[in-house]
């Protein structure tokens, strides 16, 4: 098969893939929670903020506010404030830069850092599985590689997830347009757009991680469990790097985070640097389905 008949083959999947998804109400489930769990993050989040602003009224005698962002610039210059974006962002460096950001769409990066790993694995795990199960992939496999038939089924699954993260910055954006004052309609978008692109190719390894899991079972609910428990495994061994950078043990803290996506998380903050993360995420994601290809490309369909 030549180069091109392989990437005509694996966007006929993807799409069999997303609209299929359409078609049985899974997307638009998948879509609603997403969107029902960004928007109620980013409702705490102003909560957060008025309790924070309401405390900084009391120091400094003026009356309290009863709606968040009324006092955003005094509260960007305080210790606390800048504190809690240094614990978002990574880096004291990095806060420098979020300062000039809406700080709405600089909490629903880092919600979205921690929810969309779990979200694209979950949600991939079921995508070769579920017609492993059924026997029906045997029939796709006669008029594709399967090589291709599994690259296709993963672009399906990151269009989905692509999908439903950009679906939820609406939740977010009236969440913030709402409940927060100060906010430019215009601004406050377009960043929420920006940062989401970079939270999406965050997803890309736990995409793969998902669909690797699918090719082992012929259980949906076994394959999601795998996928899950091996991206909450990636996060405990981010935590064992990071002690193992803190305690003299550089070369393995290094090489972990070369391997892990969050090895990389913290540069996709970054005003430019972020395209390199986003490059290396978006290699992770193919490496990772390969693990599983190497026992499906073998199987008894």
Known sequence: MTLLGALRDIFIVAQFEVLRAIRTWRAMALFFLYAIAASGAAYIFT???????????????????????????ELMSSDTFRSLLE???????????VLNVPVLAVFNLWFSFALIPFFAASASAES??????????????????????????????LVLTGIASMLSIFGVFAVGMWFMRGND?????????????????????FAGVGVAASQLTTSPAWARVMAVGITAGSWLLYGFANWMSANEYPIIADLLFQILPQG?????????????????CSVLGPVAVLVGFIRFAGRDL
């Open 128 to 157: 070769v599985s579920i017609d492993l199960r059924s026997r029906s992939l045997r029939f796709e496999a006669l008029r594709t590689g399967r090589m291709e038939l599994i690259l296709g089924r993963y672009v399906g699954q």
């Open 185 to 205: 309609p215009v601004v406050l978008m377009g960043w929420l757009f920006w940062l989401t692109l970079r939270a999406w190719f965050f997803s890309m390894p």
């Open 87 to 97: 614990g978002m962002v990574g880096s004291e460096a990095a806060v420098e830069h």
């Open 264 to 280: 990389w998380m913290h540069q996709l903050w970054e005003p430019t640097a972020w395209i390199l993360p986003a490059i290396v």
């Open 47 to 73: 909560q957060v903020v008025l309790a924070i602003e309401n405390g900084l009224a009391k120091q400094l005698g003026v009356p309290e506010t009863q709606v968040a962002g009324a006092m955003l610039t």
